[in-house]
């Protein structure tokens, strides 16, 4: 998967997740939306059967850019802690 920036500014950011679905926009978009930093978070998709989720991200504090990094961190710890559980239940 690849992020597209469309535009970014220090407390807005729009970018484009290109090979995504509705799963991870919906994923990123409702943990975005928990921080308190987050104004507003969501995403939309033209036509589910030929176009990428677009994101947009406002926050109050902080930089967008990076906490929509630290939120996509957070979900690759947990994606590796559930597989790592996975893993023992063999």
């Known amino acids: 998967m690849e992020l597209k920036i469309i535009s970014a500014e220090e407390k807005e950011v729009e970018f484009e997740i290109v090979g995504g679905e509705y799963t991870i926009a919906e ?8 921080k308190k930093e987050v104004e507003f978070a969501s995403y939309r998709i033209a036509h589910p059967l030929v176009a990428n989720p677009r994101i947009y991200v406002r926050v109050s504090s902080g930089k967008a850019l990076s906490l929509i990094s630290e939120t996509l961190d957070e979900l690759k710890d947990e994606v590796a802690a559930f597989r790592e559980a996975l893993g023992k239940g063999k």
């Open 27 to 34: 994923l990123l978009t409702s943990r975005l939306n928990d």
